[in-house]
């Protein structure tokens, strides 16, 4: 048995409990179980980070409804970690004072990298319900599952549609090197090599650059027309205003992050937005379960989803609460129980399947191809 800060925040709550209550033979009530939330609240990635945390909500008042957790209702503890660095930090608080059970995360893999860090070496189970880099499942920990898909699936849909639809073109890639843009354009150039496909120009930035005037200008130097772009919000803005001010815009545009996921994107760019591709988990539907979902985030919080994290978000904290539920809520006994479930694509209420590998990745999560058309995302 591994002794961890977790087994013994165990035992001194077991010996916390009244002598009179074990002298009775009575066991004790059990205590509401904590799960802890670490995203970005507040800063540059707080809009991604809230979406998530409305999914997350979503599931826990589902499960509350349904008679929450060893009889008593789920409590979330919220930690705000503005930063990819206060991340760790963020979950350690969770463990030693909320005493959280498990954490749930975390919107971006900037964060989730030191977040599930943090929680293996607590040995509190972390879940990962949204970000994709495919080396947070790499590192062979052993109390880290993701439930939603990962960076090489949708590089390989990429590749894909690029092999059937676009053969002759001249394709370029442009990324920001966050952990998810460079996660992505790893596993794309991977891929596209392998499908012997090759890419006329690619261009990497910063993450925290906005302006991408001479990157755009070098794009179309190279007479690229078919461009794939891994982005925040804040650079598919940037190139568009970019590629504008050169009179310039690619046949054909794939996104794939954050930024081409978002509606409040489509808005903002209107009409020059439409026709754009995105790769990325699937969207509400306009009718079964996930319209369901959908129709309960707009009454509860007044608006409709902002993209489709919070129903990624939603399908993966329901699946792992429902099955602590099952468990009585023995947290000791989630990870086991969820790597031994097999459930068939359209098991979740978004399409995905269940099928956890020795990795620790959920090979029944995928990505659609999904394109913008007058504000809204459709499946292609």
Not at 95 to 115: E, I, K
Not at 186 to 192: F, G, P, T
Not at 228 to 248: E, F, K, N, S
Not at 298 to 311: H, I, M, Q, T
Request: hydrophobic share 50%.
């Amino acid at each position: 048995m591994r002794l961890t800060r977790r087994t013994l925040l165990s035992s001194a709550a077991l010996l916390a409990v009244p002598a009179r209550a074990l002298a009775d033979g009575a066991p004790p009530p059990p205590a509401p179980t904590s799960c802890g939330v670490v995203l970005p609240l507040s800063g540059m990635s707080a809009l991604q980070g809230n979406e998530v945390q409305r999914g997350i909500e979503l599931a826990a008042a589902a499960v509350n409804q349904a008679g929450g957790i060893g009889g008593q209702p789920l409590s979330l503890a919220l930690a705000d970690a503005p930063g990819a660095a206060q991340a760790g930090a963020a979950v350690n608080g969770l463990v030693a004072n909320a005493h959280a059970a498990l954490v749930l995360g975390s919107a971006s893999s900037a964060w989730s990298f030191p977040a599930s860090a943090a929680a293996e070496i607590a040995g509190v189970p972390f879940i990962e319900l949204t970000a994709m880099a495919d080396g947070i499942c790499a590192r062979g920990f052993h109390d880290l599952l993701r439930t939603g898909p990962a960076s090489a699936m949708a590089a390989d849909l990429v590749a894909r549609t690029l092999a059937a639809k676009y053969t002759g073109r001249t394709i370029g890639l442009l990324y920001n090197t966050g952990a998810d843009g460079l996660a992505f354009a790893q596993a794309l150039q991977a891929s596209l090599a392998a499908a012997k496909l090759s890419v006329q120009l690619a261009v990497s930035y910063p993450e925290d650059q906005a302006d991408l005037f001479d990157e755009a200008g070098r794009l179309m130097r190279a007479n690229v027309d078919v461009l794939v772009h891994a982005a925040r919000p804040d650079g598919v803005l940037g190139l568009h205003i970019a590629a504008g001010l050169q009179g310039w815009r690619p046949g054909t545009l794939i996104g794939f992050g954050s930024g081409y996921g978002l509606r409040d994107t489509a808005k903002a760019l209107g009409a020059g937005f439409d026709g754009t591709f995105y790769v990325g988990a699937p969207f509400y539907a306009a009718s079964g379960p996930s319209a369901a979902v959908h129709d309960a985030y707009l009454a509860r919080y007044g608006v409709p989803p902002r993209s489709a994290d919070s129903l990624t978000a939603y399908v993966g904290a329901r699946l792992v609460l429902e099955t602590l539920a099952r468990q009585g809520g023995d947290a000791t006994k989630l990870l086991s129980a969820l790597r031994a479930l097999s459930l068939p694509t359209g098991a979740l209420a978004n399409g995905f399947g269940v099928s956890f590998d020795l990795h620790g990745q959920n090979n029944g999560a995928f990505v659609a191809l999904q394109q913008w058309r007058g504000g809204a995302l459709i499946p292609v």
